[in-house]
């Protein structure tokens, strides 16, 4: 390749989590420090339901088990919610032609006897794409774990710094469903309260649904068609490694985030949004992992936050609210809290804010991702130096 | 890698020392696949491939050691820091449906509780992990899974980091072409099973002509064991044969320890 890399834009954003449809509800509710987690609707009648809390998203009638309002699934519903409001943010009337579209999820469906609740495990099938000529033909659909959506932006990422597209949209979706449940449940990762990241009374996860999409641009593409262009995504790592298939391995993770500041030219930073679902271990190796980074870019109240014990983990779709946490928090110069910590794990050279915290002037945040599987991912947003984000 | 690779057949050249060729303009530009089947499917490979491209077939009796093994064959003729950052792409739409499928039917299953492992064997991904521990390989993985599509978008891809400056092996990952293939994570043995290819990238970012790939057939069970045939056709000099290797105790699913999930 020859010539400059092209920086990539971050243009648009949508998002459904538990605090509601859209970003800015999301954003008004982490910096509240409230959390959305509470007993589960759309469960309440199952027998194998034990009360846990659950990020359940508020249906606007019809019900937690209603479909969406033209017939599709939840999961559908969910994932065109947040589609449709990351294209209005990006000026873009549609899916473009000749973009490429990345949808992660576990599987695109499921084959002959598997049980009707399935549906909501796997696909969504994008309606938005049918009859778009994509880039590839049609979406791709990526699956790495709780880490499917880093690893779509990593991939996107690339297929932009190419030239290959112009424009690329990375988005999925998660609906509360009994097998997703159970498959948490059966490791025994699912907290009986509402998830505490970085809290030393952390005891799991709590299971959340929504959706997210990112739409990313050439930056100068973007520029050209009016946009401003001011949040860039710097660097994406990924990697499929590591000890164990449930557990984070503190030499992957390091490895990934060092890569990831690395190639993001990043020398200080001032968020990172971390994966911190909550569970001792892997909240635990997250912060030494954080905290040897901290100490390399000799940072000594390096702000970290997690979303999870406000609403919830999205699974495959994790990292939509992490983007859009570091995002508004490059924006508006604020690292905001995680909800459900009270009693910070010890970390040297990490802040862990119990309330907002102003981080004037903030240029960069590091994002980390992780799945069952091996999969780890990195992310870093820069504040464009000519521009706000 | 796990497990034992079946021994190749006196004079057969080992898939490490196949030289990385660029190849002809008119020719896909992918380098002779490394290919495997899984012990069940060795008969309908042979059936189906004949000449086995590139060399003899790994022969492993799991799809997990099975792509790895013929992962790092291919990653292998790469050295250094083109191997520790080179891409790798795989086209593994079937093993994800499966293995969705197959949770399904655990979960609805009234006698057979649920298990850990049956959590950990959806993620298709961990067929992969530990690839990169012996041979120096840290790049990333793509996993691919768009139903029809995933092969062709894998060879797109694989342009596009191409471009990048990366080096880039494709894979897949197919069931027997029998049509029965099992469960990548079937514990029993005997299942008919699953047929892996992988080839270095050796083209630049405008010598993929989509149109040309060959279709997917009951002989070619995905795009890039398609491709492979025809790159057999062109340069592959003579028939290698393998034996069936002795068959391995099932690839054991490790059972997380719920202290240290994630």
């Known amino acids: 390749m020859t010539g400059p890399r092209p920086q990539i834009a971050l243009t648009g954003l949508g998002l459904v989590t538990a605090y509601g449809a859209g970003v800015d509800p999301y954003w008004r509710g982490l910096l509240s420090g409230c959390s959305a987690l509470r007993p589960a609707e759309r469960f309440a009648s199952a027998t194998w339901y034990q009360g846990e809390p659950v990020g359940e998203v508020p249906m606007a009638g019809g019900g937690p088990d209603a479909p969406g309002p033209d017939g599709g699934t939840r999961k559908q519903h969910l994932l065109e919610t947040a589609l449709a409001e990351a294209l209005a943010a990006a000026g873009l009337p549609g899916l473009p032609a000749g973009a490429l579209v990345v949808l992660v999820g576990q599987a695109p469906a499921v084959g002959a006897g598997a049980p009707p609740e399935a549906a909501e495990l796997v696909g969504p099938r994008l309606r938005a794409a049918e009859g778009v000529p994509l880039f590839g033909g049609a979406p791709f659909y990526l699956s790495h774990a709780c880490a499917s959506a880093a690893f779509g932006l990593a991939l996107a990422r690339e297929a932009l710094l190419a030239g290959a597209v112009r424009t690329a949209v990375v988005l999925g979706a998660s609906a509360l469903n009994p097998l997703e449940y159970a498959s948490m449940k059966v490791v025994r990762v699912v907290s009986p309260r509402a998830a505490r990241p970085f809290d030393r009374a952390g005891a799991g996860i709590t299971i959340g649904e ?96 997690s979303h999870k014990g406000a609403v919830g983990h999205l699974l495959h779709a994790s990292c939509f609210p992490a983007v859009a946490a570091a995002a508004l928090a490059l924006r508006h110069g604020i690292a905001p809290p995680t909800p459900g910590l009270t009693d910070p794990a010890p970390a040297e050279r990490l802040r862990l804010p119990t309330a907002a915290l102003a981080v004037p002037g903030a240029r960069r945040a590091l994002l980390t991702s992780f799945g069952f599987g091996g999969n780890n991912a990195a992310l870093t947003l820069h504040r464009a130096q000519d521009g706000t984000a | ?102 949770y399904g039917q655990r979960w609805t299953d009234t006698v057979r509780r649920l298990r850990p492992s049956d959590s950990v064997a959806l993620e298709t991904s961990e067929l992969v992990r530990g690839l990169g521990e012996d041979i120096g390989w840290g790049g990333p993985l793509y996993l691919l899974a768009a139903p029809g599509a995933a092969g062709r978008q894998a060879l797109l891809a694989a342009c596009f980091l191409a471009a990048g400056g990366r080096r880039v092996v494709v894979a897949e990952l197919v069931p027997a072409p029998d049509g029965a293939g099992a469960d990548p994570a079937e514990e029993s043995a005997g299942q008919p099973g699953w047929i892996a290819a992988a080839a270095l990238w050796t083209g630049g970012p405008s010598d993929l002509p989509l149109e040309e790939l060959p279709d997917t057939g009951p002989d070619a069970p995905g795009t890039l064991l398609g491709l492979a045939r025809t790159l057999a056709e062109v340069r592959t000099p003579a028939a290698v044969r393998v034996p069936v290797g002795a068959r391995t105790p099932a690839e054991a699913v490790p059972v997380p320890d719920p202290e240290e999930s994630r």
Not at chain 1, 229 to 235: E, N, R
Not at chain 1, 273 to 287: F, R
């Open chain 1, 210 to 305: 929504g959706a997210g999409a990112v739409v990313l641009e050439d930056r100068r593409s973007a520029r050209e068609r009016g946009r401003r262009g001011g949040l860039l995504l710097g660097s994406a790592v990924c990697r499929v490694a590591g000890n164990s298939p449930a557990a984070s391995d503190d030499a992957v993770v390091a490895d990934c985030v060092r890569q990831a500041c690395e190639e993001g030219g990043v020398d200080r930073l001032d968020y990172v949004h971390a994966h911190a679902t909550g569970t001792a271990q892997g909240d635990a190796a997250e912060l030494r992992v954080l905290d040897g980074l901290a100490d390399g870019l000799g940072q000594k109240e390096l702000p970290v936050g």
């Open chain 2, 1 to 102: 890698m796990t497990g034992p690779v079946a021994t190749p057949p006196a004079g057969a050249v080992p898939f490490d020392a196949l030289p990385v060729a660029v190849l002809p303009s008119d020719v896909l530009p992918i380098d002779a696949p490394a290919a495997g089947a899984s012990s069940g499917a060795l008969a309908a490979w042979l059936d189906a491939r004949g000449d086995a491209p590139g060399g003899p077939p790994v022969v492993e009796a799991e799809p997990g050691p099975l792509l790895r093994a013929v992962l790092g064959a291919a990653l292998r003729r790469l050295t250094g820091e083109e191997r520790g950052r080179a891409a790798v792409v795989l086209a593994a739409d079937e093993p994800c449906v499966r293995a969705a499928t197959r």
